[in-house]
């Protein structure tokens, strides 16, 4: 099921730019007698990626806020489809049921202007993250392994896909090299608060070139 988290309406007195913080959305072929019009999606949002832990969910929400973005968090839409908590479903169907749900959840997201707060685990869906990328600009919010361990405590409590004899070391040196490969930018957010690593991410947006 594809699912569309906004909708946009075509105003017929003429060509409406509807702005949410950076996107834009243009109304094409425009034709002012009959009031048809294709809507072609600049398709931005963003996207956050990161070890589980480097506050993606945390910071998604305000920086949404920040820019008048929607808000959405991967982790919630994969509880709502399967009406069950993630570690339940990690329990039931194993990881390897757990990734392919995460893969066809973030696959269906059809959204614009939008933040999107990814789970640690979504790299592994090769899918997910090429229409990620294809849907908007992917940030890795990278932190070290040292201060990851402190925050997070029991991963295992915390429903992290991890496989049979990986700890939080050998997890952090398998995925890293796999959010460096799909990150568009990496945002560097060690000994930043949530809202000094807010305030990193708006510059590091304002700066790119390709502001649609
Ligand atoms: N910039 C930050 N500095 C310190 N702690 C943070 C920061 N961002 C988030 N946290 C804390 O880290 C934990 C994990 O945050 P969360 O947003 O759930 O991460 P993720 O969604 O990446 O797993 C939470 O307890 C949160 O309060
Ligand atoms: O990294 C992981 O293996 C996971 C991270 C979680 O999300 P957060 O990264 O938001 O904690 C959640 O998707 C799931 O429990 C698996
Ligand atoms: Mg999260």
């Known amino acids: 099921m594809k699912r569309c988290y906004n909708q946009l309406s075509i105003s017929k007195k003429g060509i409406t730019v509807n702005k949410i913080g950076t996107s834009i959305k243009h109304l094409r072929n425009y034709n002012r007698k009959t009031g048809n019009g294709v809507y072609v999606m600049d398709m931005k949002n963003i996207i956050l990626i990161g070890m589980p832990g480097a506050g993606k969910s945390t910071i998604g929400v305000i920086l949404a806020k920040v820019l008048g973005f929607h808000f959405i968090d991967t982790d919630i839409v994969i509880q709502e489809q399967e ?19 995460e893969n066809q959840v ?16 979504v790299i592994y ?12 600009t992917v940030i890795y919010i990278k932190l070290s392994y040292e201060t990851l361990k402190k925050r997070l405590g029991n991963i295992r409590q915390r429903g992290v ?24 930018i990496i945002v560097d957010s060690e000994g930043l608060g949530t809202e000094e690593l807010m305030e ?6 304002d700066e790119l070139p390709d502001k649609k």
């Open 200 to 205: 990193k991410i708006v510059c590091v947006l």
């Open 161 to 184: 896909v991890l496989k049979k004899g990986q700890n939080l070391k050998s997890l952090y040196e398998e995925r890293c090299p796999l959010y460096e490969k799909y990150a568009h």
């Open 106 to 121: 973030n696959c269906d997201i059809i959204t614009e202007g939008s933040v999107i707060a990814t789970g640690g685990s």
């Open 125 to 136: 869906g090769s899918q997910a993250m090429d229409h990620l990328r294809e849907i908007g």
């Open 83 to 101: 009406k069950c908590l993630l570690k339940d479903i990690i329990e039931s169907k194993g990881l390897e049921g757990f990734l392919k749900i």
